[in-house]
């Protein structure tokens, strides 16, 4: 009976370790506690940054969908500022939609129209 007493102090430690990742993932942590609440909040709130059309996150869609190539304040990058924009709605939906230079086009299926209202006020407010 010559086992390696190793080998279950190894299996109770990673046990642990991904019980751990598990719980974390599963919302256990302050961060996912902080998500739910912001969601939650920012429509009763009404104020701060985000720009609301309906049910629409657009600094969200914004951050995802923009940031990458307009800057992460949406002041400009490799394309131009989006804030404060200058252009009128339908220039901009017709901008997003069919692209203009480098910028691709996206679709209804990659953006929806309520969406694309949403961040045309997003960007025009700030």
Do not use: W
Not at 9 to 14: E, V, W, Y
Not at 37 to 61: K, P, Q, R
Not at 79 to 97: H, K
């Amino acid at each position: 009976m010559n086992k390696n007493p190793i080998i279950p102090f190894l299996l109770i430690i990673f046990l642990g370790v991904g019980l751990v990742f598990l719980l974390s993932g599963l919302g256990a942590t302050d961060d996912g506690e902080e998500d739910v609440a912001t969601e939650e909040g920012s429509e009763e709130s009404g104020g701060g940054e985000e720009a609301s059309s309906g049910d629409v996150d657009a600094e969200g869609i914004a951050r995802d969908t923009c940031a990458s190539c307009h800057g992460q304040d949406f002041s400009g990058g490799m394309g131009p500022a989006l804030v404060g924009t200058s252009l009128a709605e339908d220039e901009f939906t017709s901008i997003v939609r069919d692209g203009q230079g480098s910028m691709p086009a996206f679709s209804a299926d990659q953006i929806a129209d309520e969406e694309l209202t949403a961040l045309y006020q997003f960007f025009s407010e700030q």
